[in-house]
Nanobody
């Protein structure tokens, strides 16, 4: 059974930094992409950053230059370094794993709360 365990969320002042981690266990397939999404109250879940098996990355415009996604493929772990945090970054952050084979479902973590105070 695939499990995604997120850690690293918390409360931080504006301008501060946090590092999120997501470790996937029970993986018996090739992972195509790992990504971070976030959902703020009253808003839809949105992509924050993603990284492919080959190392290609993409970011939401709102976090470019402040957030960095990285991964350790051997450990099936993805990280999100968040710098210069803003109150509008406050949300629940979710880890997402997308298999290479489209017949295998996408997996989600349980979410970790990030709160940025002004």
């Amino acid at each position: 059974q695939v499990q995604l365990v997120e850690s690293g969320g918390g409360l931080v002042q504006a301008g501060g930094s946090l590092r999120l981690s997501c470790a996937a266990s029970g993986v018996r397939f090739v992972i195509n992409t790992m990504a971070w999404y976030r959902q703020a109250p009253g808003r839809q879940r949105e992509l924050v950053a993603g990284i492919t098996l080959g190392g290609s990355v993409n970011y939401a415009d709102s976090v470019k230059g402040r957030f960095t996604i990285s991964s350790d493929n051997a450990k099936n772990t993805v990280y999100l370094q968040m710098n210069s945090l803003k109150p509008e970054d406050t949300a629940v952050y979710y880890c997402n794993v997308r298999p290479l084979l489209p017949t295998i479902p996408t997996y989600w973590g349980q979410g970790t709360q990030v709160t940025v105070s002004s």
